[in-house]
């Protein structure tokens, strides 16, 4: 069995493109974004790093750190970083992991033998400050990922660890959300004085808790 939602992410120590790193001092007390990429100078994996340094801004200002992981040696990241630069228009501005025995990917479940005995999938492990793994997702190599999506997911367990509530389908910051089950009406009208809609008993709207 892999790693679960709730599970601690595990901890480990890994050279990056910004010096080594021992993963839990690294996270301390932030959220965390870890994710792989199956190989250096691969054009899907080059679009997405130049990407996520686009987003870069959008992450900080969640208070999330962001970390890439490549099979990869550290003189080869460095090389591909002139290339994500020069394509992409955006030079890596977060630590990317050389893990050329594997280490991390074989900690963390990256390699799915099925599909490649030595290529990472693309996994994402969003991390909590409590370091317990909030959102894990693997994508095949072929598909790029959506950061916008990994933005939004981070916006909702943000929301939601502060507040008893949850997000509806295709939610966005900003948008109505639910109340969850185990908030009485009782309880809820102490916390919304404003109201809610409620469209059956376990399904109750209200604007989205500021603060
Ligand atoms: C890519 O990033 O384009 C890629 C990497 C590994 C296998 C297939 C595609």
């Known amino acids: 069995m892999g790693l679960q939602i709730g599970d601690i992410a595990p901890d480990f120590e890994a050279q990056t493109t910004d010096g080594p790193i021992k993963f839990h001092d690294y996270i301390n007390g932030s959220w965390a974004v870890l994710f792989s990429h199956p190989k250096n100078f691969t054009p899907v994996c080059t679009t997405e790093l130049g990407y996520t340094a686009k987003l870069k801004p959008e992450f900080d200002k969640r208070g999330v750190k962001v970390i890439g992981l490549s099979v990869d040696a550290l003189n080869a990241h460095e090389k591909w970083a002139q290339d994500i630069k020069e394509t992409q228009g955006h030079s890596l501005n977060f630590p990317l992991i050389a893990d050329p025995d594997r280490k991390v990917a074989n900690l963390y479940g990256m390699i799915h033998p099925n599909a490649s005995d030595t290529l990472t999938v693309r996994s994402v492990f969003v991390i909590g400050p409590d370091k317990k793994i909030k959102l894990t997702l693997n994508y095949p190599a072929s598909t790029g990922r959506n950061f ?57 709207i209200v604007a989205q808790p500021r603060g």
Request: net charge neutral; proline share 5%; charged share 30%.
């Open 148 to 204: 916008d999506e990994i933005l939004r997911v981070i916006d909702s367990l943000q929301l939601t660890a502060k507040h008893q509530v949850a997000t509806p389908v295709n939610w966005h910051n900003g948008e109505d959300v639910i109340i969850v089950t185990s908030v009485s009406d009782e309880d809820a009208k102490k916390k919304y004085p404003a109201g809610w809609r409620t469209q059956r008993p376990y399904l109750r």
